[in-house]
């Protein structure tokens, strides 16, 4: 199933998106390790991935991450969409390949997730950054004012390791940015 048209004036040719499947692994598993260890790496221990091959067929079987494809069929991003506690959902792994950013590609990802939500009468979508608690990030910040250009709104900071059991994987310490759109 095609689920959204991407039509871009910039001449790439990223107009097709789909439910992950299994022989998409390798694939996005190397996409999304190598954008947080570009991304964050400093953050995490050595070697850490943040999407490994149990992740991975976990979110196939809940049926919650998806691919943009360009016209050759070829994947060029993706985005989990997960059910949160309350009535809502989250996007994360929002990755795109490095030579297709700056063309909307993640913005039509994220607008897909609204949009999912929307049609699941959800009250909200949320994203959560996570983000040196100590140090500045540029990477990070930059990524605070997209989310916030786009209509989310910062809901609060919260601690990572309060936020989660184990924080091991973390050799810095860190803060998890909430930001929301809510529906009215």
């Not at 964050?40 to 691919?67: A, I, P």
């Amino acid at each position: 199933k095609c689920f959204v048209r991407i039509k871009l004036s910039s001449g790439i040719n990223a107009e097709y998106g789909r439910q992950s499947i299994p022989s998409d692994k390798m694939i996005l598993m190397n996409m999304v390790n190598e954008a947080y260890r570009h991304c964050g790496g400093h953050m995490w221990v050595k070697d850490r991935q943040r999407l490994t091959e149990s992740h991975f067929h976990e979110h196939l079987k809940n049926q919650e991450l998806f691919v943009a494809e360009d016209s050759e069929r070829r994947i060029v991003g993706c985005v989990l969409i997960s059910d949160t506690d309350e009535n809502g959902k989250i996007l994360s792994l929002l990755v795109v390949k490095p030579e297709f950013r700056n063309r909307g590609i993640g913005r039509k990802l994220v607008d897909f997730g609204i949009e999912s939500a929307r049609g699941a009468n959800c009250d909200f979508v949320s994203v959560e950054i996570l983000y040196p608690t100590h140090q500045p990030d540029p990477w990070k910040d930059r990524l605070k004012k997209w989310y916030s250009s786009i209509g989310f709104q910062f809901v609060r900071n919260v601690n990572f390791a309060d936020f989660f059991d184990d924080s091991s994987f973390l050799v810095i310490e860190t803060t998890f940015s909430v930001y929301k759109k809510y529906f009215n």
